[in-house]
């Protein structure tokens, strides 16, 4: 058994409610209220505090899988997306969605639980979410820039 292995086990063992969005959370790019970091060894976890909360998010991470392959140039996508395409998906749709409901605000997301009641009670649940925004911020989704290094 590799180190690897044994890290994720351990993790599967005191995370009891994963968090939907982790990546986009991990690299600072959205926030939520209900999350809760912890380390584990030298790595940083997140987790959920809230189960229906929780339910909610995988959820609306699921139809953003639905919803955003063409942005993503998938056809299908029928399981685990390399790394930064999934950090598109959870990062550029949050960010989509809340355009969406604040086309005046900037696009950080500081709450995905809070964001997600309020367009859920804005359009009435999450299948009537604006998901041509959605598309548009995973499209136009961009994690950080590569440095140069300097020679």
């Not at 991990?26 to 940083?44: I, P, T």
């Not at 953003?64 to 140039?73: D, H, Q, S, V």
């Not at 900037?106 to 959605?134: N, S, T, W």
Request: glycine fraction near 8%.
């Amino acid at each position: 058994m590799t180190d690897e292995d044994e890290f994720r086990r351990t993790l599967e063992d005191v995370r009891e409610l994963p968090c939907a969005f982790q990546k986009a959370v991990l690299n600072r790019q959205c926030d939520c209220s209900l999350v809760e970091r912890f380390n584990l060894g030298e790595r940083e976890c997140v987790r959920c505090t809230d189960y229906n909360a929780a339910r909610n998010c995988w959820a609306l991470l699921q139809l953003f899988r639905e919803k955003g392959r063409f942005a993503l140039g998938e056809r299908q996508i029928p399981g685990a997306l390399p790394h930064a395409k999934e950090l598109r998906l959870q990062a550029g749709g949050l960010q989509g969605l809340k355009a969406a409901l604040d086309p005046d605000q900037r696009p950080k997301v500081k709450d995905i639980h809070g964001l997600a009641g309020r367009a859920q009670a804005a359009y009435g649940g999450l299948q009537r979410l604006p998901f041509e925004a959605v598309a548009q911020g995973i499209a136009r989704f961009c994690g950080r820039r590569r440095s140069r290094r300097r020679p």
